[in-house]
């Protein structure tokens, strides 16, 4: 009987539950060739930061949750390699797939590279060209390592062939992340609940997100974002579901009180993901500062206007709704502007963003790991 491929699918953070459902639903299609063993290991470790995404998903239950909770960068790296090494040793996985630019991403990486097994990274080559931001560094490191690279877009296959990395290596299968986006999108439009419960209608408000450090670790830039939505509470509701970061830094800023007694700022808790894409989905724009909604604002078509200075995925600007405003009260408060004026972007799908990607990463694996075993 032919031995099975056993493949070490290794998550820690809310983002990567979002990517690894499309690509475990797909693994079980080949079962009888591929054995997964899902390691969770505890990056983002609060219900709505974690659990909730596996509920609602159907994700598996984890075969090793390794309780790394969130720690100062270096030291959860280290504590996740180091709570890794014994489940590679006494597993012996042929090969190990990380997704992402999170910790636990660089950390399965390093562990893998370490005991000498096979890396795959999903969602390789994004760059912002900022090495203030710690996902860049997990995304270069992790790619250099990495022996298979799954890219998202045109831009990424460029990126790692001018950083040297072989072409036999990349693959542009598309985003992942917009497999999980199509397959619930059914679940996600029959389920207007969270709209009724903050007591808004279809796009008569916007979302804010928040957590990149640039942003909240700053109280200058905080005050800047809040002081260009002055003025918009007799125009448009911001509903803001707070990250425990940014929460955290507001009172440490002194600036909670300020922004819960803001006319137009509805602050609520951290939502699900089912929840979280009906915000988005009914919303007339989006303030954000993170990647992935850079993209599902693109596929759900809804206006993004991004909050940093760069973004590691420039296909959602060139192609998509997304607008990079930066954090500059009076570029954000223009762009503003001109959405509630119905000048918005109107953006196209980026190719291969078609909810097949998982599909193409296991045809890929199946094939490579069939001329190597």
Known sequence: MERRIKIFV?????????????????????????????????????FEMSKIFFNELNIPKPDYYLGVKDEIRKKQIEKIIIKLKPVFSKEKPDLAIVVGDVNSTLAGALTAEKM??????????????????????????????????????????????????????????????????????????????????????????AVLTLHRPENVDNKEHLRQIFQAFAGLDKKIKIVWPVHPRAKKQLKKFNLLSTVKNSKNIVMIKPLGYLEMMSLLNGARFVLTDSGGIQEESTILGVPCLTL?????RPVTVKVGTNTIVGGDKNKISNEIKKILAGR????????????????????ILVRKFRKTN
């Open 10 to 46: 290794i998550a820690g953070a809310r983002p990567n539950f979002i990517k690894i459902w499309p690509l475990l639903k797909e693994l079980q299609k080949h079962k009888k060739k591929i054995k997964p063993v899902l390691i969770h290991t505890g990056q983002h470790y609060d």
């Open 116 to 205: 000498n097994v096979s890396i795959v990274h999903i969602e390789a080559g994004l760059r912002s060209f900022d090495r203030r931001m710690p996902e860049e560094t997990n995304r270069i490191l992790t790619d250099h390592i990495s022996d298979l690279l799954f890219v998202s877009d045109p831009q990424g296959v460029l990126n790692l062939k001018n950083e040297g990395i072989k072409t036999n290596k990349i693959f542009y299968v598309g985003n992942i992340m917009i497999d999980t986006l199509k397959k619930i999108s059914g679940r996600m439009k029959s389920k207007p609940e969270i709209l009724n419960k903050l007591g808004v209608g279809k796009k008569n408000y």
């Open 344 to 363: 918005a972007k109107r953006g196209k799908i980026p190719k291969y963003w078609d909810g097949k990607t998982a599909k193409r990463i296991i045809k």
């Open 308 to 312: 940093r200075s760069n973004t590691e």
